[in-house]
């Protein structure tokens, strides 16, 4: 039976170069390949209708716990400021946290693409803040910065302006 090999120890120098250039190891998906601006359209139009869906609920449900029979003017009227808010901050909540957590809405999950960074690791919160509300800003901007996505590399002004990418995975 042969003793285990050793292997010569590093210096000390050496050994934390090498242990920085390991913490700096970002894992790079299978295929780089760009997200079309059809699959991203379709995980947008799923995580719409789920997220309308819900809205619709919580809207119902309220109406209903408030006492107010359900009429669209009467339940704008009422509660239409705390529960605009409540619904925008679900939204915001339900992207960031997704995003966050597997660089993928329920959407993007569906349609087998993801969000990650101009590396093609996983994208940082800062990154992932900045895409949201650059592309809250996108849509308050009547979609200019999506006609990003018609023209050249396939990226948002929200992309962009994160350095993030939607890639297929």
């Known amino acids: 039976r042969r003793p285990p090999r050793s292997t010569p120890k590093p210096s000390s120098a050496a050994s934390d ?8 190891t970002v894992v790079v998906p299978r295929s780089r390949k760009r997200a079309g601006v059809a699959s991203r359209l379709g995980a947008g139009v799923v995580d719409l209708l789920l997220i309308a869906g ?3 609920v919580v809207l119902v449900l ?4 408030a006492g107010i029979d359900f009429d669209v003017e009467l339940t704008a ?3 239409a400021p705390p529960l605009v808010s409540f619904l925008f901050l679900f939204t915001l909540g339900y992207v960031l946290s997704l995003t966050l957590l597997r660089g993928q809405t329920l959407g993007k ?19 992932i ?3 949201a509300f650059g592309w809250l800003a996108s849509c308050l901007l ?12 396939k990226r948002g002004l929200h992309d962009l302006a994160a350095g993030t990418d939607v890639v297929r995975c």
């Open 129 to 131: 803040i900045i895409r």
């Open 109 to 127: 999950m569906l349609l087998s693409i993801r969000v990650v960074n101009n590396t093609g690791g996983k994208a940082s919160a800062r990154q």
């Open 77 to 79: 009227a009422l509660v």
């Open 62 to 65: 309220t109406s209903r716990l």
């Open 54 to 56: 819900i809205d619709a």
């Open 142 to 153: 009547l979609g200019i910065g999506f006609l990003f996505l018609l023209f050249g590399k």
């Open 17 to 24: 170069v090498y242990k920085r250039q390991l913490s700096e």
